[in-house]
C-alpha cells in the first residue's frame, strides 16, 4: 500500500526539477495599459502581454497607440516604455535593443554593464537613470541621475546627471543641460507608472542636488549669452615668478661659489 | 625555473624602463622655473558660446517637458594634482653674473580645498610642496611649501571678466643644509583676468590680466612691487590640444635698499608658448618655452634666462 504513495512523489519530484530547468525568463511585464504585445523576431506572430507575463530571451515588447508598460529585466532594471515602442532586452548579451518609441531606464548600481544599443547610439550604462527617445534616425538621450557614456560613430560622450545628448543625422551631436525636476513632475513616464524606480534614492539626491546649484546660481534659466557645457577647456594665465627672487638668494656669493667644484663643472665658471 | 624567473623580471625591469623612458619622452612642461609660484597660476576657463536653444523648453506626448537649463561647472570641492617637469635653464641663479646652466628636474604637488563657492565667486585654499634639483648645479637645489588663499570673482555676465585677491606665504629650504630656510615670503595679489573667444565658430581664446603683486620677502633686499600685464592666446585645434604664445610685461620696483641695491626698478618681460595634449581627463601633457630678460636700473642685477621644457601633470578631482 505504500507504493502508490511514493510514484506521485517522485512524479512531483520530477516536476519540480524539470520547473528548474526551463530556461529564466529574460523579462516580466509589471505594467500595462491599452495595447501591449510581445512576440519573437522568428515569428510574425505576436500575443498580448498581461501583467506578469514573461518575456523569453529574444523576445520583443511592442507598444501601441496611448499604451505604456513597464518591464523588469533579469538584472532588476526597470524600465519603462512609452507609446509606439519596440524594445528587445537580450539576457546574454545584457543589452537592450530600442527599434522604436521611447524609454525610461532605471539600472541598480551593482557595478554590471548594460548596453543599450540603437541604429544610432550605444550607451553604456552601470548604475543610472534616464531615457532614450528615437526620432527618425536621430534620438535624444538624457540622464535623471549617473552618468554614462554614449557612443555614435565611434565617438564617446560622457553624459552626466541633468544633460541630454541631442543627435540629428548630419549635424554635430549637442549635450545641453535640462531641468531634471521639470521633467520628472511632467514626464508619463514618471508619473503614470506605479512603482518606485530602483535608483529612486538617487533621483531623489539628484533632485535635491539640483536645487542646490539653482540657489547657488550654477544653473540658471537661458538667456544670452548662452554656453554649452560639452566644452570645458582651460588655458592658464601667464604664471606670476616667485622663484626668480628665491633663484637669487641661492646664489651663493662669490668665495663660496669657488668652493662648489659642482658648480664650477656644471656652469663652467 | 628561475632561469625562467630571472627573463620574466628582467622583462619586467626593461618594460618598466621602457615605459618610464616613454613617460618622460612624451613629458612636458609648464613654465619651467615660475613653478614655485604655480599656486598664483591661475586657469581660466573657456565658455563655449552658443545661440541659446529656440525654444528653450520644448514638450513632449511620451518624454514629458524638456527645459533646457544654463549649467555652469561647479568647482570641484577637493582637488589633488602632481605635476612632473623636465627642463634646462640656462641660469639657474638668475644672475648674468657667473651664469650657471643645467638640466632640473621640478615636482609639484598640489592640494586645494574649496569650502563652499557660488557661481560668481570661488574662495580657495591651497597647499603645494615643490622639490627643485639641477643636474648640475646642486646648490641651487630647493624644497619649497606654499600656503596660499584665494578669492575669485567673475564680475560681468558674460563671465569674461574676473578679479582674483590671493594671499600667499611660500618658504623655501636647501635640502643639502638640514633643510636651511634661506628664502620667505608672502605675496599679497590682485589681478583682473578678461577671456574672450575671438572667432565665434573657432576656438581661439584671448586672455588679458593685470596683476597687481606685492612681495614682502626676507631677506628684505627682495621685498617689490609688481606691475605686470599680460597677454596669452589659446587655439584648440582639436578639444585635448591647447596651443599658445604668451608674453608677460611687469614693471618692478624693489622697495629696500641694500648691498649693492638702491632705488632698484626693473623692468621683466617674459614670452614664450606652451603647447598641452590632454589625452585623458586627469592627465595632461606639455611642452613649453619661456625666455625672460630683466633688465635693472641696478647694475649686476639684470639678468637673462631661457627655459624650454617638458612636463607631465595629474589631476583628481572630488565632489
Redesign the interface.
Same mark, same amino acid.
Given at each position: 500500500m505504500k507504493k502508490p504513495i511514493f510514484f506521485p512523489c517522485l512524479a512531483i519530484l520530477f516536476l519540480g526539477i524539470g520547473g528548474s530547468f526551463a530556461a529564466d525568463p529574460a523579462a516580466t511585464v509589471t505594467e500595462a495599459v491599452n495595447q501591449v504585445n510581445h512576440g519573437s523576431s522568428s515569428s510574425s506572430e505576436t500575443k498580448p502581454a498581461p501583467v506578469g507575463t514573461h518575456l523569453q530571451d529574444g523576445e520583443y515588447l511592442k507598444t501601441g497607440v496611448k499604451s505604456r508598460a513597464e518591464l523588469e529585466l533579469a538584472n532588476q532594471d526597470v524600465t519603462r516604455l512609452?507609446?509606439n515602442t519596440i524594445f528587445n532586452y537580450s539576457v546574454a548579451n545584457n543589452e537592450v535593443d530600442l527599434q522604436a518609441?521611447?524609454i525610461l531606464f532605471s539600472k541598480p548600481k551593482d557595478g554590471k554593464v548594460m548596453t543599450i544599443k540603437t541604429a544610432a547610439v550605444t550607451a553604456a550604462i552601470v548604475g543610472t537613470t534616464g531615457?532614450l527617445?528615437l526620432r527618425g534616425h536621430g534620438f !535624444?538621450f538624457?540622464l535623471i541621475e549617473g552618468h554614462a557614456p554614449v557612443t555614435i560613430d565611434g565617438k564617446n560622450y560622457n553624459i552626466t546627471a541633468?544633460e541630454?545628448l541631442e543627435f540629428t543625422p548630419g549635424s554635430k551631436p549637442q549635450i545641453?543641460?535640462?531641468?531634471v525636476p521639470?521633467?520628472l =513632475?511632467?514626464?508619463?513616464?514618471?508619473?503614470k507608472f506605479h512603482h518606485p524606480l530602483p535608483n529612486q534614492r538617487y533621483v531623489d539626491q539628484e533632485v535635491i542636488d539640483y536645487n542646490d546649484?539653482v540657489a547657488?546660481?550654477? /544653473?540658471?534659466?537661458? =538667456?544670452?549669452?548662452?554656453?554649452?557645457?560639452?566644452?570645458?577647456?582651460?588655458? $592658464?594665465? !601667464?604664471? /606670476?615668478?616667485?622663484?626668480?627672487?628665491?633663484?637669487?638668494?641661492?646664489? $651663493?656669493p662669490?668665495p663660496e661659489?669657488h668652493r662648489?667644484p /659642482?658648480?664650477n663643472?656644471?656652469?663652467g665658471? | 625555473m628561475s632561469g625562467l624567473n630571472d627573463m620574466k623580471r628582467s622583462m619586467h625591469v626593461c618594460g618598466a624602463g621602457l615605459a618610464l623612458v616613454f613617460f618622460l619622452a612624451a613629458a612636458p612642461s609648464?613654465?619651467a622655473?615660475?613653478?614655485? @609660484?604655480?599656486t598664483?597660476?591661475?586657469?581660466?576657463?573657456?565658455?563655449?558660446?552658443?545661440?541659446?536653444?529656440t525654444p528653450?523648453?520644448t514638450?513632449?506626448? *511620451?518624454?514629458? *517637458?524638456?527645459?533646457?537649463?544654463?549649467? #555652469?561647472?561647479?568647482p570641484e570641492t577637493l582637488t589633488a594634482s602632481t605635476s612632473q617637469q623636465f627642463f634646462y635653464t640656462d641660469n639657474?641663479?638668475?644672475?648674468n653674473t657667473?651664469? %650657471?646652466?643645467?638640466t632640473a628636474y621640478l615636482g609639484t604637488y598640489t592640494a586645494s580645498y574649496v569650502p563652499y563657492?557660488?557661481?560668481?565667486w570661488t574662495p580657495r585654499a591651497t597647499v603645494q610642496y615643490n622639490m627643485?634639483r639641477?643636474?648640475?648645479?646642486? @646648490?641651487?637645489d630647493?624644497d619649497?611649501e606654499n600656503l596660499m588663499l584665494s578669492s575669485q570673482y567673475i564680475f560681468s555676465?558674460?563671465?569674461a571678466w574676473s578679479w582674483t585677491a590671493a594671499i600667499?606665504l611660500?618658504r #623655501?629650504t636647501?635640502p643639502h643644509q638640514n633643510d636651511h630656510e #634661506? &628664502?620667505q *615670503?608672502v %605675496?599679497y +595679489?590682485n589681478?583682473i583676468?578678461h577671456?574672450q573667444q575671438l572667432l565665434k565658430d573657432a576656438?581661439l &581664446?584671448f586672455?588679458a590680466?593685470y +596683476?597687481l @603683486?606685492y612681495?614682502q620677502?626676507n631677506?628684505s633686499n627682495?621685498d617689490?612691487l +609688481?606691475n605686470?600685464l599680460?597677454f596669452?592666446l589659446?587655439y &584648440?585645434p582639436v *578639444?585635448s590640444v591647447?596651443i599658445?604664445p #604668451?608674453?608677460?610685461p611687469s614693471a618692478r620696483t624693489y622697495v629696500t635698499n641694500g648691498v649693492g641695491q638702491n632705488d632698484r626698478d626693473d623692468f621683466n618681460l617674459?614670452e614664450g608658448f606652451?603647447i598641452t595634449w590632454k589625452p585623458w581627463k586627469y592627465v595632461s601633457l606639455s611642452a613649453d618655452f619661456l625666455h625672460?630678460n630683466?633688465y635693472s636700473n641696478n647694475s649686476g642685477q639684470s &639678468?637673462n634666462?631661457t627655459a624650454p621644457g617638458l612636463s607631465v601633470t595629474g589631476t583628481v578631482k572630488f565632489w
Amino acid at each position: 500500500m505504500k507504493k502508490p504513495i511514493f510514484f506521485p512523489c517522485l512524479a512531483i519530484l520530477f516536476l519540480g526539477i524539470g520547473g528548474s530547468f526551463a530556461a529564466d525568463p529574460a523579462a516580466t511585464v509589471t505594467e500595462a495599459v491599452n495595447q501591449v504585445n510581445h512576440g519573437s523576431s522568428s515569428s510574425s506572430e505576436t500575443k498580448p502581454a498581461p501583467v506578469g507575463t514573461h518575456l523569453q530571451d529574444g523576445e520583443y515588447l511592442k507598444t501601441g497607440v496611448k499604451s505604456r508598460a513597464e518591464l523588469e529585466l533579469a538584472n532588476q532594471d526597470v524600465t519603462r516604455l512609452g507609446a509606439n515602442t519596440i524594445f528587445n532586452y537580450s539576457v546574454a548579451n545584457n543589452e537592450v535593443d530600442l527599434q522604436a518609441g521611447t524609454i525610461l531606464f532605471s539600472k541598480p548600481k551593482d557595478g554590471k554593464v548594460m548596453t543599450i544599443k540603437t541604429a544610432a547610439v550605444t550607451a553604456a550604462i552601470v548604475g543610472t537613470t534616464g531615457f532614450l527617445q528615437l526620432r527618425g534616425h536621430g534620438f !535624444v538621450f538624457g540622464l535623471i541621475e549617473g552618468h554614462a557614456p554614449v557612443t555614435i560613430d565611434g565617438k564617446n560622450y560622457n553624459i552626466t546627471a541633468g544633460e541630454i545628448l541631442e543627435f540629428t543625422p548630419g549635424s554635430k551631436p549637442q549635450i545641453l543641460a535640462f531641468d531634471v525636476p521639470l521633467f520628472l =513632475k511632467t514626464s508619463p513616464l514618471v508619473t503614470k507608472f506605479h512603482h518606485p524606480l530602483p535608483n529612486q534614492r538617487y533621483v531623489d539626491q539628484e533632485v535635491i542636488d539640483y536645487n542646490d546649484l539653482v540657489a547657488r546660481g550654477f /544653473i540658471q534659466p537661458p =538667456k544670452v549669452p548662452f554656453f554649452l557645457t560639452d566644452f570645458n577647456g582651460e588655458v $592658464p594665465t !601667464v604664471p /606670476i615668478p616667485a622663484a626668480d627672487s628665491a633663484g637669487n638668494a641661492q646664489n $651663493p656669493p662669490e668665495p663660496e661659489r669657488h668652493r662648489r667644484p /659642482i658648480i664650477n663643472n656644471g656652469g663652467g665658471t | 625555473m628561475s632561469g625562467l624567473n630571472d627573463m620574466k623580471r628582467s622583462m619586467h625591469v626593461c618594460g618598466a624602463g621602457l615605459a618610464l623612458v616613454f613617460f618622460l619622452a612624451a613629458a612636458p612642461s609648464l613654465l619651467a622655473q615660475s613653478m614655485a @609660484a604655480e599656486t598664483l597660476q591661475q586657469k581660466v576657463s573657456l565658455p563655449n558660446q552658443v545661440e541659446p536653444p529656440t525654444p528653450a523648453t520644448t514638450s513632449d506626448q *511620451e518624454l514629458g *517637458e524638456i527645459g533646457v537649463v544654463q549649467k #555652469f561647472p561647479k568647482p570641484e570641492t577637493l582637488t589633488a594634482s602632481t605635476s612632473q617637469q623636465f627642463f634646462y635653464t640656462d641660469n639657474v641663479f638668475y644672475t648674468n653674473t657667473h651664469q %650657471v646652466g643645467s638640466t632640473a628636474y621640478l615636482g609639484t604637488y598640489t592640494a586645494s580645498y574649496v569650502p563652499y563657492s557660488l557661481v560668481d565667486w570661488t574662495p580657495r585654499a591651497t597647499v603645494q610642496y615643490n622639490m627643485a634639483r639641477y643636474g648640475s648645479a646642486a @646648490a641651487g637645489d630647493f624644497d619649497n611649501e606654499n600656503l596660499m588663499l584665494s578669492s575669485q570673482y567673475i564680475f560681468s555676465g558674460d563671465r569674461a571678466w574676473s578679479w582674483t585677491a590671493a594671499i600667499d606665504l611660500s618658504r #623655501f629650504t636647501n635640502p643639502h643644509q638640514n633643510d636651511h630656510e #634661506f &628664502y620667505q *615670503e608672502v %605675496v599679497y +595679489d590682485n589681478q583682473i583676468t578678461h577671456v574672450q573667444q575671438l572667432l565665434k565658430d573657432a576656438p581661439l &581664446y584671448f586672455v588679458a590680466a593685470y +596683476d597687481l @603683486a606685492y612681495h614682502q620677502a626676507n631677506p628684505s633686499n627682495y621685498d617689490r612691487l +609688481d606691475n605686470s600685464l599680460s597677454f596669452s592666446l589659446a587655439y &584648440y585645434p582639436v *578639444e585635448s590640444v591647447s596651443i599658445g604664445p #604668451f608674453v608677460r610685461p611687469s614693471a618692478r620696483t624693489y622697495v629696500t635698499n641694500g648691498v649693492g641695491q638702491n632705488d632698484r626698478d626693473d623692468f621683466n618681460l617674459s614670452e614664450g608658448f606652451d603647447i598641452t595634449w590632454k589625452p585623458w581627463k586627469y592627465v595632461s601633457l606639455s611642452a613649453d618655452f619661456l625666455h625672460t630678460n630683466d633688465y635693472s636700473n641696478n647694475s649686476g642685477q639684470s &639678468y637673462n634666462n631661457t627655459a624650454p621644457g617638458l612636463s607631465v601633470t595629474g589631476t583628481v578631482k572630488f565632489w
